[in-house]
């Protein structure tokens, strides 16, 4: 039997993260469900409310069944005209800001993408951190790791890139990682540069036959992606961790999402 499809359209006056962010929060507690999405961002004048609205009536035809449109929109004409539309309207502002209204006894100030503004103190810190991140990938540079809030290690592949990113992105945390190495195993000990920082580090393992499916599409038919090297990596840099007291966290079935909040709450970082 098929699955269920639906259309999920993602409006907003601004880039839409905020409604997709939620949105995805939502859809996920619904199994069986194939949610298929479209983006409408920066519908911010009346001309662009209106073809929004056509384009989705046109979804509605074309699919016999009308979309789930989930709406960040903080110009109450642009909304109206958006409302008209046929559609099933998620509109978070309606949802969240009216009750906050109330309980706070303040009117909200309708300023688009004031959440991902520039002049936003929290942007400003989350792109900071997401350059550190970047400059501090994969072991490129050891230079100001006395600023790092978290250096993650582990082996290659285990998930420490995507990992470092989301912290800075999402919590402005400054993130960088360093892979374990055959090198690092035969020496019995982490890389000299990380040894000042060891109350910085927390490693992350993966299971050697998902480490290997990984690795291999990256270097096919190699050595570094056999299952026989990927198993002796995997468990030379457990045993390294767990002598040198680092925790670690295994990747294979966590989402980076899971992680992140899980190494916030083991190292108690505020963000």
Request: overall charge neutral.
């Amino acid at each position: 039997m098929d699955s269920l499809k639906r259309t999920v359209i993602y409006v907003s006056d601004g880039t839409g993260i905020t409604a997709e962010t939620l949105g995805h929060g939502l859809l996920s507690q619904f199994e069986g469900i194939e949610f298929r999405p479209m983006r409408f961002p920066f519908i911010d004048s009346g001309d662009k409310a209106r073809d929004c609205v056509a384009r989705i009536d046109e979804v509605g035809r074309r699919e016999g069944v009308r979309p789930i449109v989930i709406m960040t929109q903080t110009n109450a004409e642009y909304s109206a005209i958006l409302h008209r539309a046929g559609a099933f309207f998620i509109d978070l502002f309606d949802a969240f800001i009216v009750p906050l209204e109330k309980e706070l006894g303040s009117r909200y100030t309708r300023a688009m993408g004031r959440s991902h503004g520039q002049a936003n103190p929290e942007y400003n810190s989350r792109i900071a951190a997401m350059n550190f991140a970047l400059a501090h990938d994969d072991g490129v540079s050891d230079a100001d790791l006395k600023s790092a809030d978290i250096i993650l290690v582990g082996v290659s592949r285990s998930g420490k890139t995507p990992t470092s990113l989301y912290l800075s992105l999402q919590f402005s945390l400054r993130a960088a990682n360093y892979p374990l190495i055959p090198e690092d195993f035969e020496r019995g000990q982490l890389p000299s540069r990380l040894l000042p920082y060891r109350d910085k580090l927390f490693g992350l393992t993966i299971d050697p036959e998902q480490l290997q499916r990984i690795r291999f599409e990256r270097r096919p038919n190699s050595k570094y992606a056999s299952l026989d090297n990927c198993r002796y990596e995997v468990a030379a840099a457990e045993k390294m961790m767990k002598r040198e007291g680092i925790k670690w966290f295994d990747t294979t079935s966590r989402s980076i999402e899971e992680l992140a909040v899980q190494l916030m709450q083991e190292l108690n970082l505020e963000r």
